[in-house]
Nanobody
Framework: VQLQASGGGLVQAGGPLRLSCAAS????????MGWYRQAAGKQRELVATITSPGTTVYADSVKGRFTISRDNARRTVDLQMNSLKPEDTAVYYC???????????WGKGTLVTVSS
């Protein structure tokens, strides 16, 4: 399984940015896709996840601003980020988890920088 993320960059505070992640390889239909982030000097943290049927979970810090979505046919997961804040600056990682067996995969991170 490989995950390819794209869409990071530099944006001004208050602006939007959209991240996308495409999965390839042998992917079981029951899975959870998500986005995590790691700011400089901090631990990696959950941003949002979405199950294959579409149930979502968001970190409190992004609720109401970020929206996660997926396209099962295209094997993609997107993260629409609105009203970005400087504290959203981090490397964002795409994740794919197979709940049966617990194996998960990570994509290479994409840097999001929000300027004040």
């Amino acid at each position: 399984v490989q995950l390819q993320a794209s869409g990071g960059g530099l944006v001004q505070a208050g602006g939007p940015l959209r991240l996308s992640c495409a999965a390839s390889g042998s992917i079981f239909s029951i899975n959870v896709m998500g986005w995590y982030r790691q700011a400089a000097g901090k631990q990696r943290e959950l941003v949002a996840t979405i199950t294959s049927p579409g149930t979502t979970v968001y970190a409190d810090s992004v609720k109401g601003r970020f929206t996660i979505s997926r396209d099962n046919a295209r094997r993609t997961v997107d993260l629409q980020m609105n009203s970005l804040k400087p504290e959203d600056t981090a490397v964002y990682y795409c994740n794919l988890l197979f709940p049966v067996g617990g194996k998960d995969y990570w994509g290479k991170g994409t840097l999001v920088t929000v300027s004040s």
